[in-house]
């Protein structure tokens, strides 16, 4: 009987998706460092992380898509930019809420990396409660902390930053945990009404990633 065994590499990967994705099988401490090890090799992401800690911006991170499409494409073998939309940058600043002094940190952040200028998207997180309902049509809470926006995303799965410190530490944080991350499985969050943003986004990243599982609006979680 011949038996038929993976490469190393797709085992590895099978081992990160299968395992790291079951929150029983295995530790958040486990996930956190494998994460880790996932947006070190990523030029991209460090360069991003490096910048943003190179301008001392206040409370300052990578957030949701630069970093979880960037394990999905590590997991499912695929080119490190696939399927990249935007590189999402959140920082706080509660002293100077005009729309003013968030253009000038967004040229800011544009010029300190022109080659990735087109795909960032930076926001102060303490102001979005002012122009967030105009835009969508529902009320927002002002936040207490650039953090505090991971618990308003319509995925739990899409709750994740990054940031480094001074001292070369990569801090990771995921409110809900990074199981859903690995095991590439999307689930709602219901902490805004952002059906139609889930489902959209729900939409696009099944094409991009067809591994992906999608829990619909209104599972109980």
């Known amino acids: 009987m011949v038996s038929e065994t993976l490469p190393l590499a797709d085992t590895a990967v099978t081992d990160d998706r299968q395992r790291l994705g079951d929150p029983y099988a295995s ?39 630069g970093i979880y499409q960037t394990a999905w494409n590590v997991l499912t073998d695929r080119a490190l930019m696939h399927g990249i939309k935007d590189f999402d940058i959140v920082y706080f600043d509660g002293k100077d809420l005009s729309y003013e002094a968030e253009d000038r940190i967004i040229h800011r952040v544009n010029t300190a990396l022109p080659e990735l200028a087109k795909l960032l998207e930076v926001r102060n997180q303490a102001r979005v409660h002012l122009w967030y309902e105009k835009r969508f049509g529902r009320p927002y809470r002002p936040l207490h902390c650039a953090m505090d926006s991971l618990t308003t995303y319509a995925a739990r799965t899409h709750a994740v930053a990054a940031r480094l410190t001074a001292a070369g530490e990569l801090v990771l944080h995921a409110p809900f945990g990074l199981a859903n991350l690995f095991a590439m499985h999307l689930v709602p969050n219901y902490v805004q009404p952002n059906e139609q943003t889930y489902v959209e986004k729900a939409e696009r990243m099944k094409v991009l990633w067809p591994e992906l599982s999608v829990a619909p609006w209104g599972t109980d979680i």
Do not use: F, K, N, Y
């Open 27 to 65: 530790s958040e401490t486990e996930r956190m460092a494998r994460l880790e090890q996932i947006l070190r090799t990523a030029p991209h992401v460090m360069t991003i992380l490096e910048t943003i800690r190179a301008l001392e911006l206040p409370d300052a991170w990578l957030v949701s898509g």
